[in-house]
């Protein structure tokens, strides 16, 4: 079956960075695109990042370009999120989850939270 | 991209029926017979329980159904039970790269 484990997050100061990872198991890898959605404590989803099934497309959210850039590396089935210059605005429960016709997500992973503070 | 507008909540007895606006422009919803809806009880694995307008998942639970008229889809819950308790989001084709999510709803048993 479909599964995705994100991890990577943790608690971090202001200003510092942030490598976050997907990885994927029970499907094709290389043959979806992928997105990054956040959630942040009392808010809802917001969506922020995709990358193409060969990585050659990625599009971001306006509140995240320029800090957080998406890649992945189908040799190893990985989907990962580059965050830079963090702020408390970005605390949130980053999800990574599967593409499905252009527009929506099919599978979810369980989250892994991002804690920005001092 | 403007995020699509849901009713912040809604609610309604077990047994009775429930239904979810998702409000777009002819940009997005009305544009396209491209919505879909998602489940998430907070601190779990968000849940895909509607795609293009009506469509469902397989396992999905044939109370839920989905409609759309104009800039409006809608997502009904017939027989609500107590488990149907959680926050539900659309999200819609928007022809433009960016993915863009509904408000967020939360539905209520009372």
């Known amino acids: 079956q479909v599964q995705l484990v994100e991890s990577g997050g943790g608690v971090v100061q202001p200003g510092r960075s942030l490598r976050l990872s997907c990885a994927a198991s029970g499907f094709t890898f290389s043959n979806f695109g992928m997105n990054w959605v956040r959630q942040a404590p009392g808010k809802g989803l917001e969506w922020v990042a995709f990358?193409?099934?060969?990585?050659?497309?990625?599009l971001y959210a306006d509140s995240v370009k320029g800090r957080f850039s998406i890649s992945r590396d189908n040799s190893k089935n990985t989907l990962s999120l580059e965050v830079i210059g963090l702020s408390p605005e970005d605390t949130a429960l980053f999800y990574c989850g599967r593409d499905r016709g252009a527009y929506y997500i099919d599978y979810w992973g369980q989250g892994t939270l991002v804690t920005v503070s001092s | 991209q403007a995020a699509l507008t849901q009713p912040a909540s809604v609610s309604g007895s077990p047994g009775e029926s429930i239904t979810i606006s998702c409000t777009g422009t002819?940009?997005?919803?009305?544009?396209?017979?491209?919505v879909a809806w998602f489940q998430h009880h907070p601190g779990k694995v968000p849940k895909l329980m509607i795609y293009?307008?009506?469509n469902r998942p397989s396992g999905v639970s044939n109370r839920f159904s989905g409609s759309k008229s104009g800039n409006t889809a809608s997502l009904t819950i017939s027989g609500l039970q107590t488990e149907d308790e959680a926050d539900y989001y659309c999200?819609?084709?928007?022809?433009?790269?960016?993915?863009?999510f509904g408000t967020g709803t939360k539905v209520t048993v009372l």
């Open positions: 990358i193409s099934h060969d990585g050659n497309r990625k």
């Open positions: 293009d307008v009506s």
């Open positions: 002819s940009s997005d919803v009305g544009g396209y017979n491209y």
């Open positions: 999200t819609s084709f928007t022809g433009s790269p960016a993915r863009v």
